[in-house]
């Protein structure tokens, strides 16, 4: 059973930096791309960055680049998305998801945008950014 549980999230201050992680069990993570998404309030969910399954290459929103980074840790089955300089409109419910389908050694570098990329999702954890 493909689990993804998220952690992390909070209350903070616009200019703050939080880290929420994914943990993830019952698939070869390693092999596999992740993603986060968000979800604001009265708003549709949306992507916020990828990482591919070798970690050689990631893609961010245009709204959060330069100030967020997702990484990975293999030996820990975990995704990671720092955010830094959190700003109000930042405020959302973020889900990370996983690609059960293995990657490719051919295709090293692929990121994928779309939620009907992603096979499994965890529940969320909320961010909150106050001014």
């Known amino acids: 059973q493909v689990q993804l549980v998220e952690s992390g999230g909070g209350l903070v201050q616009a200019g703050d930096s939080l880290r929420v992680s994914c943990a993830v069990s019952?698939?070869?993570?390693?092999?596999?791309?992740m993603g986060w998404f968000r979800q604001a309030p009265g708003k549709e969910r949306d992507f916020v960055a990828g990482?591919?399954?070798?970690?050689?290459?990631?893609y961010y929103a245009d709204s959060v680049k330069g100030r967020f980074t997702i990484s990975r840790d293999n030996a820990k089955n975990t995704v990671y998305l720092q955010m830094n300089i959190l700003k109000p409109e930042d405020t959302a419910v973020y889900y990370c998801?996983?690609?059960?389908?293995?990657?490719?050694?051919?295709?090293?570098?692929?990121?994928?945008?779309?939620?009907?990329?992603?096979?499994?999702w965890g529940r969320g954890t909320q961010v909150t950014v106050s001014l």
């Open positions: 998801a996983v690609r059960k389908r293995r990657g490719s050694i051919y295709d090293p570098g692929r990121v994928y945008l779309a939620e009907n990329d992603y096979d499994y």
């Open positions: 990482i591919s399954w070798s970690g050689i290459a990631t």
């Open positions: 019952g698939l070869t993570f390693s092999s596999s791309a």
